[in-house]
């Protein structure tokens, strides 16, 4: 995809190499005035474009050049070591830039991610990107010099702790071009059709990323991905369907403006997820992924219905939290006990006034209640 065909040439400009520079100087060298009025620019700006070397050359001024030249638009794009929307400082640019453009399940990821931990506002300021996992973050930026080349970007953090990152709006702009969309806000985005028509493996990295930003996994193998917003919910919920997840219906979270749906297919999504790391490694699921993996080891212990089986992971539920304060998901995937298992036996023990919690964040965290050794050896 050439960047004159999926963005508007009249706003951008760039910076081409020396060898081109000169090659074009060297034919408007005596012509200037003639050539400045046929492609209705002032004589001066070709003197700071090419002579003076001042200022980022517009796109469109190069490509008139080019046309008037009879040169080829595919040696220009070979030699563009930069280029930015007009107007805006040199450092909200896109250095020794991968065109033309391609298509791949990196840039269908990236949609995903500004769908739902980004934006591209409609203020006009650049294209965003929160995300609290510093690792998950970093594939993210990783995607984007894959796919665009050497983005200048930042990161800074907010007072919740999460991770802004902040590049040039052109790249949020030429994703919008690329998938047809019209808006990647909160409430009114919609996912286009052209995410329907691309192959399974864009599919693929589309959800993946979906539920990376917008999903939950638990150790008992509970998936969810929930949006405050119902027709992405559906789309995304019909992208499962064709990749055969098996996904429940979508529903509305009681006194709320929260859509959700289960995915039911853990096999399905293990053998997605497998192929992806392996073929595209910047496409997964990290800690979820990994919450994933344990639910199917969890699921391999035999379990008894017995009062002395139950005593025993009790034991072991005690040994652990005297160790060191854990949560419940903590707790199961040291001991590989189910979470609803490990609910039902910390309330027991709690009502027994052998293990407290405190509340940090969303989470419980659970200790020994200053147990007696008599105490630990009974159960």
């Keep these: 995809m050439h960047i004159w065909e999926i963005y508007n040439k009249n706003k951008i400009s760039l910076e081409i190499t020396q060898e081109l520079r000169e090659e074009i100087k060297s034919k408007i060298n005596n012509n200037i005035y003639r050539i400045s009025s046929e492609i209705k620019i002032h004589p001066s700006r070709l003197y700071d474009y090419f002579f003076y070397k001042t200022l980022p050359i517009p796109l469109k001024v190069l490509m008139d050049l080019f046309d008037m030249f009879d040169i080829p638009l595919s040696k220009m794009e070979k030699e563009i070591t930069m280029y930015k929307q007009l107007h805006v400082p040199s450092k909200n640019s896109i250095i020794k830039p991968k065109l033309p453009l391609k298509s791949n399940p990196y840039l269908t990821s990236i949609v995903a991610n500004l769908f739902f931990d980004g934006s591209v506002p409609k203020d006009g300021r ?216 490990l609910r039902r036996h910390l309330i027991n023990l709690q009502k027994q006034g052998k293990v407290k919690n405190i509340k940090k964040g969303n989470e419980n965290v659970y200790f020994t209640a200053h147990l007696s050794k008599a105490a630990l050896s009974s159960l």
Excluded at 198 to 205: A, C, G, P, W
Excluded at 222 to 229: A, H, K, L, Q, R
Excluded at 306 to 322: D, L, P, V, W
């Design 126 to 341: 650049g294209t965003y990107y929160n995300q609290k996992n510093p690792k998950i973050m970093n594939d993210f930026i990783n995607k984007i010099k894959y796919v665009f080349g050497d983005v200048y970007y930042s990161i800074k953090t907010d007072h919740r702790g999460v991770l802004k990152c902040r590049m040039p709006r052109i790249v949020g702009e030429i994703c919008k071009r690329i998938y047809d969309i019209n808006s990647f806000g909160s409430f009114d985005s919609k996912l286009p059709k052209i995410i329907f028509n691309l192959d399974e493996e864009h599919k693929m990295s589309f959800v993946i990323t979906a539920i990376l930003d917008e999903g939950s996994i638990s150790y008992d193998g509970n998936i969810m991905f929930g949006v405050s917003n119902k027709p992405m919910c559906e789309d995304v919920r019909n992208l499962c369907n064709i990749l055969k997840l098996n996904p429940g219906n979508v529903k509305r979270k009681s006194d709320t403006n929260h859509y959700y749906f289960h995915i039911k297919s853990k096999d399905k999504l293990m053998g997605i997820l497998e192929f992806m790391n392996k073929k595209y490694p910047l496409i997964s699921l990290h800690y979820k992924e990994d919450r994933l993996r344990y639910y199917f080891k969890i699921k391999k212990n035999i379990v008894r219905h017995t009062q002395e089986f139950g005593n025993q992971r009790k034991y072991r539920i005690i040994q652990s939290i005297s160790r060191k304060p854990k949560t419940v998901n903590h707790l199961a995937k040291e001991l590989l006990i189910p979470p609803r298992s």
